[in-house]
């Protein structure tokens, strides 16, 4: 069933309602599990949709922890999302 415009934009807005900041001090023996959940959200972003990569980023952004420095936070996330896509396609690559 489609959704109306009004639905879809209400949805939307409550997703971006429900990002708020985190402060996140994980246990040192859940640390190994944030970063594979990263790195599978990673892996999987290309199958991920435009509303859904914005919702992540929108909550890693707001998201503080002891290194926390939000100088151009997003853009440093998007670079590296980018570069493990690039360092992922070019493992696949045949030599030439």
């Given at each position: 069933?489609?959704r109306?415009t009004?639905?879809?934009f209400?949805v939307?807005k409550?997703?971006h309602?429900?990002?708020?900041?985190?402060?996140?001090?994980?246990?040192d023996?859940d640390?190994?599990?944030l970063?594979?959940?990263?790195?599978a959200v990673?892996?999987?972003?290309?199958?991920l949709?435009a509303?859904d990569?914005?919702?992540i980023?929108?909550?890693?952004?707001m998201?503080?922890d002891a290194?926390?420095?939000s100088?151009?936070?997003r853009?440093l996330?998007?670079s590296m999302?980018?570069q493990?896509?690039?360092d992922?396609?070019?493992q696949?690559?045949?030599?030439?």
């Amino acid at each position: 069933m489609l959704r109306s415009t009004a639905e879809a934009f209400a949805v939307e807005k409550r997703m971006h309602d429900a990002v708020t900041g985190i402060l996140v001090n994980p246990a040192d023996d859940d640390e190994h599990l944030l970063r594979r959940l990263g790195a599978a959200v990673v892996k999987h972003w290309e199958l991920l949709s435009a509303q859904d990569r914005e919702l992540i980023l929108d909550q890693a952004t707001m998201t503080t922890d002891a290194k926390d420095s939000s100088v151009q936070l997003r853009q440093l996330l998007e670079s590296m999302i980018n570069q493990q896509r690039i360092d992922k396609n070019s493992q696949g690559a045949s030599p030439t």
